[in-house]
């Protein structure tokens, strides 16, 4: 069993920046590839970035693609999403994901992962 809190989110100006940080606990984790996704209101949830157990490999959506950076440290139990040049289009609730089992295109897909966050909240004025 995993369990996943996010933090970091807040309302920032376009063109800031925010770390988004989720903090993992229980066993194994390691080995479980995360994944971070947002959702909009109105929209359906959508990937954002996502990152091997190794962390090795990484992934992201192209709309967020060299502003956004997904990094874990399996030491401190924690995956972050360093998010540059924010633009307002990025407000959303975002969620941190995680499985054990997960690679290659099926990091990409929300119904994939077996263990979320409840989110955390990022804002970007105009």
């Known amino acids: 069993q995993v369990q996943l809190v996010e933090s970091g989110g807040g309302l920032v100006q376009a063109g800031g920046s925010l770390r988004l940080s989720c903090d993992a606990s229980?066993?194994?984790?390691?080995?479980?590839?995360m994944g971070w996704f947002r959702q909009a209101p109105g929209k359906e949830r959508e990937f954002v970035a996502a990152i091997s157990w190794s962390g090795d490999n990484t992934y992201y959506a192209d709309s967020v693609k060299g502003r956004f950076t997904i990094s874990r440290d399996n030491a401190k139990i924690t995956v972050y999403l360093q998010m540059n040049s924010l633009k307002p289009e990025d407000t959303a609730v975002y969620y941190c994901a995680a499985d054990p089992i997960l690679y290659g295109s099926r990091l990409y897909e929300a119904s994939e992962y077996d263990y979320w966050g409840r989110g955390t909240q990022v804002t970007v004025s105009s």
């Open positions: 229980g066993r194994s984790f390691s080995r479980y590839a």
